[in-house]
């Protein structure tokens, strides 16, 4: 007999995700208040390292951070983040590459 029961499919990943900041930053045209941060593609990684990017290294997602926000926000712009926002931000990126069982066992431990 062959078991014609199938999984079904797990729910895509989210390709991009919304902050807002606690702390809008300021610029001539007015403040952001929220950047929507999307997957990064194999190009936008130009110039860092994976291993830096998944271990939360400040630096090494500034390089990538204005290949992927929208509006996108430059280097300085990133660093100048309060520290509440920049750890949204960089939870954020690192997220994108964690599976799913790995971002349950987070969940499972935060208590959600």
Not at 24 to 50: F, H
């Amino acid at each position: 007999m062959t078991d014609t029961t199938t999984t079904p499919a797990p729910a895509p990943a989210s390709t991009s995700v919304v902050v807002t900041l606690a702390q809008p930053l300021m610029r001539e045209g007015g403040p952001i208040t929220s950047l929507t941060i999307r997957k990064p593609k194999g190009g936008d990684m130009r110039g860092t390292k994976l291993t830096e990017i998944v271990n939360g290294d400040v630096t090494a997602v500034a390089i990538v951070i204005p290949r992927i926000t929208t509006p996108a926000i430059a280097a300085h712009e990133y660093f100048s983040l309060e520290a509440d926002d920049l750890a949204e931000v960089v939870g954020v990126v690192v997220g994108f590459f964690m599976s799913s069982a790995q971002k349950a066992l987070i969940q499972e431990m935060m208590g959600h």
